[in-house]
């Protein structure tokens, strides 16, 4: 238990439970161990030491929270009554010598070992787990029920008890998946014995490794990275690093790979494709260690979250700057800013997706199905991740055609196959809704009314138009906006005032489609349009402008409107629910922004560089607000500790 970084107290009964949890700080963990526990020791990790639940519990061993600190005590006198009722009793001899504990310096956990049976209080073994910090609560006499599993022969627990009476009062309990992991409760020293062989007979540190890597992910990430970096992550953890510093260091890697990308030569691309890899391998390892050590948080999983697109973006603005200072100074903006629209697009349908399915009943369709069945062919399980282009594929094509290639050469390729990969998803998921007679609920509603990121005029139109829910009002309505604008700005092109009133459209057919709550079928894509024609405008008008500075300004200006919205994605998924509508007010919305843009160049195209200045004067403030109150709500709200163990990759 001291090695878990407990500080471990001795208890005799549940009186004796219940003082020492009132001398524990209201704001530290607190664990309780069966003193005859016998197990692997990263068995009571993974039952004491996740940060992410209010409570967990494997055999004989507890961990709570402090929100569920309440609960625990009245589970303690509650099950102490039981058992007084029983005829159990309430108390047992106290603990043999070396029970006792010292607090541990600024150690956030405290453990308290209450009550041994005199079977523990004899037997070696039972001794040994109690001076490694084994915390109970009173354990009940010889006579209490025995149970067999996996032929091991286990007494009764009051500390499973207290497990069972938390679930009664709400407090959902998690208990790991342990697998080939021991945790027990041997009723004699026959059965202890066992249990210790089972114990030996399985190296837990090497399913610690194997359990650090994520069960589903990318081929390349699978095959040619997670093979050495979980030796990597856990060289980490026994240097005491976290995964906060890695995924930092994972950022500041990219970087120079981006900046070595902008030097222009063929050695400096060079560096920036090994570079670029070198911080994927960062990447992985991150999240590899947060496993390995437990060390999950709400800033990590920020961090985690949105250093990623920081990476990637960043990146290929390294390129476009590289090819303009390459020989002949090719301008590759245009291609840039299109890669990170593209992949923005992409992320959007996704979550969107995921949001509006997750929790929906009667989720099933033919489409699913045969999705599942092709799951039992294992080649085709690898062929189908691939072609989505997960992150480890998509930054290991970069990097390669970086090196070996041309920035516009790159930015080809890619394009080429995240249209294909949004393609082949967004069909499928099309599909996939379109079979299915899913009832999806108002959290999922609520959640895509978040994403698609409405401002004061959307909602004006909202609130005016009507209500009654249909089954493809809203996608359609979000289409044709997206259509009128996307088109009507590329038709006129830039300076003209016509793109000025296709957007003035787009803001009142943005407000029809979130008029009713987004519970059709194909309302998930109400978000990923609106995404599609905000980015898109940007980058048609910065393209059309030819104007010196106006692509790479587009570029800024797209990268803050994302950021906004990848943190709203985050905030959703961690349960806490989007930016504040003063924020989203304040900034204008999806609509507001896309009628401010077309009406900077429709009043400014006269001016050599009034529309770069525009555009970067609303990059720039934009991105303070957005910055500001993300690492406010991120560093100081209290959000709860999440890790993506989905392992869909991103």
């Known amino acids: 238990m001291r090695s878990l970084g407990f500080d471990v107290r001795t208890a005799t009964d549940a009186a004796a439970v219940t003082a020492e949890l009132t001398t524990v700080p209201a704001h530290e963990r607190v664990a309780l161990v069966d003193p005859r526990f016998v197990g692997h020791v990263h068995a009571l990790r993974l039952a004491l030491t996740d940060p992410r639940f209010p409570a967990a519990a494997v055999r004989g061993a507890l961990s709570v929270q402090p929100e569920a600190r309440t609960a625990l005590v009245r589970a303690v006198t509650a099950t102490a009554a039981t058992a007084r009722t029983l005829g159990h009793g309430s108390g047992t ?6 029970t006792g504990a010292v607090p541990a310096v600024g150690n956030p956990s405290q453990a308290v070992r209450v009550g041994a049976t005199e079977a523990a209080e004899t037997d070696a073994s039972a001794r040994g787990a109690a001076t490694a910090g084994a915390v109970g609560t009173a354990a009940p006499d010889r006579a209490a029920d025995a149970s067999t599993a996996d032929g091991v022969t286990a007494t009764h627990s ?7 009476a938390l679930d009664a009062e709400g407090v959902t309990v998690h208990r790991p998946e342990l697998g080939v992991l021991v945790a027990d409760v041997p009723a004699d020293a026959e059965a202890r014995a066992a249990a210790r062989d089972a114990v030996a007979a399985v190296d837990d540190e090497r399913v610690r490794l194997r359990s650090a890597v994520k069960a589903r992910d990318g081929f390349f990430t699978t095959y040619c990275i997670s093979p050495y970096s979980r030796y990597i992550a856990r060289w980490c953890a026994r240097r005491g690093l976290t995964p906060n510093q890695v995924t930092t260091a994972s950022l500041l890697t990219a970087l120079i790979a981006a900046a070595c990308a902008a030097t222009g030569t063929r050695p400096g691309f060079v560096s920036a494709g090994v570079l670029l890899i070198a911080s994927f391998v960062l990447d992985c390892t991150d999240g590899q260690l947060a496993r390995y050590s437990l060390q999950y948080s709400t800033l990590g999983a920020w961090l985690d979250a ?8 960043a990146y290929y603005a390294g390129l ?13 903006w245009a291609l840039a800013l299109g890669a990170m629209v593209l992949q923005t697009c992409r992320h959007v349908v996704d979550f969107a997706f995921n949001e509006a399915n997750h929790d929906a009943t009667a989720n099933t369709s033919p489409t699913a199905a045969l999705s599942g069945r092709l799951d039992s062919v294992g080649w085709t399980v690898w062929v189908r991740r691939m072609i989505v282009l997960p992150i480890g594929e998509r930054w290991a094509m970069i990097a390669v055609l970086t090196a070996v290639t041309t920035p516009r050469i790159t930015f080809y390729v890619l394009l080429v196959g995240c249209a294909l990969a949004a393609c082949y998803t967004t069909a499928g998921r099309v599909l996939r809704s379109l079979t299915r007679r899913a009832k999806r609920t108002d959290r999922a509603a609520h959640a895509l009314a978040e994403l698609a990121d409405s401002g004061p005029l959307a909602e004006l139109v909202a609130k005016a138009a009507p209500r009654k829910a249909s089954s493809y009002l809203a996608p359609l309505s979000a289409a044709l906006g997206a259509a009128a604008v996307l088109a009507g700005t590329a038709a006129a092109g830039f300076g003209s005032w016509v793109p000025v009133g296709c957007a003035v459209l787009y803001a009142v057919l943005a407000g029809v489609a979130v008029a009713a709550p987004l519970k059709g079928p194909l309302d998930w894509l109400v978000p990923p349009l609106f995404r599609a024609a905000e980015y898109g405008t940007i980058l048609v008008l910065a393209a059309y402008a030819e104007v010196n500075g106006a692509l790479p300004a587009a570029f800024g200006l797209v990268a803050a409107v994302a950021y906004h919205h990848y943190d709203t994605v985050y905030r959703i998924r961690g349960g806490t629910g989007a930016p504040p509508r003063r924020l989203v007010r304040a900034i204008g919305g999806h609509e507001g922004r896309t009628v401010a843009v077309t009406a900077a160049a429709a009043l400014l195209h006269h001016q050599n560089q009034g529309f770069t200045i525009a555009l970067t004067a609303l990059a720039a403030v934009l991105a303070l607000a957005v910055l500001i109150e993300s690492i406010r709500f991120w560093v100081s709200s209290g959000a709860p500790a ?8 991103a």
């Open 93 to 98: 001899p106290a603990a043999g010598p070396g």
């Open 158 to 164: 009051r500390v499973d008890d207290l497990a069972a």
């Open 306 to 313: 949105t250093f990623d697109r920081a990476k990637e973006y």
């Open 320 to 332: 476009a700057l590289g090819a303009a200072r390459a020989g002949g100074g090719d301008d590759v």
């Open 642 to 649: 999440v890790h993506d163990e989905t392992g869909e990759p």
